[in-house]
């Protein structure tokens, strides 16, 4: 029986027979695929439309920048203040009277400290004038007189901490996140926090206490989320440079929305002390501060600042040949759930790709195994983190529910955001992920991505499906957010490079990944792309 049956396998029209079925069921996926996608896309331009048609005749656009000091990376404003060539008043007081201007329209400072900050910005002049080498600054203290902003969720001395929530609405700061008190060690000077989404839990800067916060190259649309309130700031040249915070794509989101440098960094590399609700360091997590700036040139030596004595896992000191570079690149995840990725989004991806393959000579176009399960991952590792939404929504005041809070909804006596009660509804009701399947996923993506990588490599990866969308249109494409959360998965260090402005005048780029503490490669790489395509440009 058994010589039968092995007669039977080897039999060549056998074989025949179960390729032919392979390539069948092969092809009848393909085809569901791209029947789905077709579906999908057909979809989002009916949802775009209808948006479209809300919208016109609302567009508005932050107005133009008068003073040039506004134009400037931190890094040159710096040396300028400590050669004396600019007060650190002229420069604080600069970006004040922005911050005044936008507001109108942006609606994205919460709090601000202006008074005092000019205050301190004197007290810096008096410092340099007396000092018989300011240029030591430069090492000591290098974002010296430089102002900047944080996103509203990070702790800092004296401000509102009330993390969008109705809850926390009077609670203030005793004291600074850690890595606020870093950069005010360094010289910086804070002078507002910006506005996020309710517990930094939503891809839209939204909350009940604060409203919504609009995007600078058209009001229209997002800012992103969670810090979006600093993209928007940074990109109208508010301020220079800012504190950031990811733990799903919460910097380079908002980096990508508003066209603006945003830096995720290795995993652990960022005291969390104060961001967010972290009253303790967390070894393991997925989230990480990280910088907000409109010039690559600030990345550097801003991380160096929040990475405090983490410096030695680094290399910045290292110089890269980018004629040596491996360079990878994707085009889109694989999720059916996303949005496909638009064309001047996979232009920017070609653009650069083809301008690397000029230096380096060659470029390999990969797809990883697991990143059509972005989204549910991340949702499995969130189970991970310290804390518990539930809870945290009520600033631990009691134990809610998504029962409770819809019945809330219906009757108009709800204090949370529809995104927030639709975060309870995931805890509550969906089922949750294998975490044998989630562990094993993951596992193979960060072997796989590892291996190409290596200590010379760098995967450009499509920054989202689409440019900002329209306020709330975020609800009908919740998935898209998987390009960002995957790389908070793998604790991969990603930065976010603006590459110019689309058809419609909004931002489009990519971002930029690197092996686990080769954070460099993706700074040199930004460097680079900035060089070649402008980076920011001015939204006015």
């Known amino acids: 029986m058994c010589k039968a049956q092995d007669n039977k396998a080897d039999n060549p029209h056998q074989k025949q027979q179960l390729s032919l079925g392979k390539a069948l069921k092969q092809l009848a996926l393909e085809l569901l695929w791209i029947f789905i996608t077709q579906i999908h896309s057909l979809f989002d331009l009916v949802v775009d439309f209808c948006f479209k048609l809300y919208y016109q005749n609302k567009i508005r656009k932050v107005g133009p920048i008068k003073n040039k000091l506004l134009l400037e990376s931190a890094v040159d404003l710096a040396e300028k203040i400590r050669n004396k060539k600019v007060t650190a008043e002229e420069v604080v007081q600069s970006f004040i009277e922005r911050c005044k201007e936008v507001q109108e329209i942006l609606n994205v400072i919460v709090e601000d400290r202006y008074e005092q900050a000019i205050a301190e910005a004197k007290e810096v002049d008096k410092l340099i004038n007396k000092h018989p080498d300011p240029a030591s600054f430069k090492i000591t203290k290098p974002f010296l007189g430089i102002p900047f902003t944080t996103k509203e969720s990070n702790e800092a001395k004296g401000f509102l901490h009330t993390m969008g929530s109705m809850f926390r609405r009077d609670y203030r700061s005793p004291e600074d996140a850690t890595v606020i008190g870093y950069l005010k060690?360094?010289?910086?000077?804070?002078?507002?926090?910006?506005?996020?989404?309710?517990?930094?839990?939503?891809?839209?800067?939204?909350?009940?206490?604060?409203?919504?916060?609009?995007?600078?190259?058209?009001?229209?649309?997002?800012?992103?989320?969670?810090?979006?309130?600093?993209?928007?700031?940074?990109?109208?040249?508010?301020?220079?440079?800012?504190?950031?915070?990811?733990?799903?794509?919460?910097?380079?989101?908002?980096?990508?929305?508003?066209?603006?440098?945003?830096?995720?960094?290795?995993?652990?590399l960022t005291p969390m002390k104060g961001v967010g609700l972290r009253e303790n360091e967390y070894d393991i997590s997925m989230v990480e501060a990280g910088p907000i700036c409109k010039k690559a040139v600030d990345l550097d030596p801003l991380l160096r600042v929040l990475i405090g004595d983490n410096i030695s896992k680094l290399k910045l000191d290292q110089p890269v040949d980018l004629k040596t570079l491996q360079i990878f690149y994707q085009e889109e995840s694989g999720d059916i759930r996303c949005s496909k990725v638009s064309g001047s989004l996979r232009k920017a991806m070609k653009n650069a790709v083809d301008h690397f393959k000029g230096i380096t000579g060659a470029a390999t176009k990969v797809k990883l195994p697991g990143t059509e399960y972005s989204y549910r991952l991340w949702r499995y590792w969130m189970t991970k983190e310290v804390g518990e939404f539930n809870q945290n929504i009520t600033n631990k005041q009691y134990r809610t529910t998504a029962k409770a809070e819809l019945v809330n909804l219906l009757t108009f006596r709800s204090q949370l955001t529809l995104a927030a009660i639709i975060k309870l509804i995931d805890n509550d009701y969906l089922p949750k992920e294998n975490s044998e399947w989630a562990e094993k996923t993951t596992e193979?993506?960060?072997?796989?991505?590892?291996?190409?990588?290596?200590?010379?490599?760098?995967?450009?990866?499509?920054?989202?499906?689409?440019?900002?969308?329209?306020?709330?249109?975020?609800?009908?494409?919740?998935?898209?957010?998987?390009?960002?959360?995957?790389?908070?998965?793998?604790?991969?260090?990603?930065?976010?490079?603006?590459?110019?402005?689309?058809?419609?005048?909004?931002?489009?780029?990519?971002?930029?990944?690197?092996?686990?503490?080769?954070?460099?490669?993706?700074?040199?790489?930004?460097?680079?792309?900035?060089?070649?395509?402008?980076?920011?440009?001015?939204?006015?």
């Not at 910086?188 to 206490?209: C, D, Y």
């Not at 604790?491 to 080769?518: E, H, M, R, S, T």
């Open 185 to 268: 060690s360094a010289g910086g000077i804070i002078i507002a926090k910006t506005n996020i989404p309710e517990l930094n839990m939503w891809t839209e800067s939204r909350n009940n206490l604060y409203g919504q916060t609009n995007n600078p190259y058209d009001t229209t649309r997002t800012v992103g989320g969670s810090s979006g309130g600093e993209g928007a700031i940074i990109a109208s040249c508010g301020a220079p440079i800012s504190i950031a915070s990811d733990i799903g794509g919460s910097i380079r989101m908002p980096a990508f929305f508003n066209g603006v440098f945003g830096h995720k960094p290795s995993e652990g």
């Open 444 to 540: 193979n993506l960060k072997v796989e991505l590892l291996n190409k990588l290596g200590d010379n490599g760098v995967l450009f990866y499509p920054s989202s499906p689409l440019t900002a969308g329209y306020h709330y249109s975020a609800y009908f494409k919740p998935f898209n957010f998987g390009y960002w959360c995957i790389f908070n998965v793998l604790k991969f260090p990603a930065c976010q490079v603006p590459l110019g402005l689309d058809k419609n005048g909004l931002p489009v780029g990519i971002q930029v990944v690197a092996a686990p503490y080769q954070d460099h490669l993706c700074l040199a790489v930004a460097r680079e792309l900035e060089s070649a395509f402008g980076g920011w440009v001015n939204p006015s």
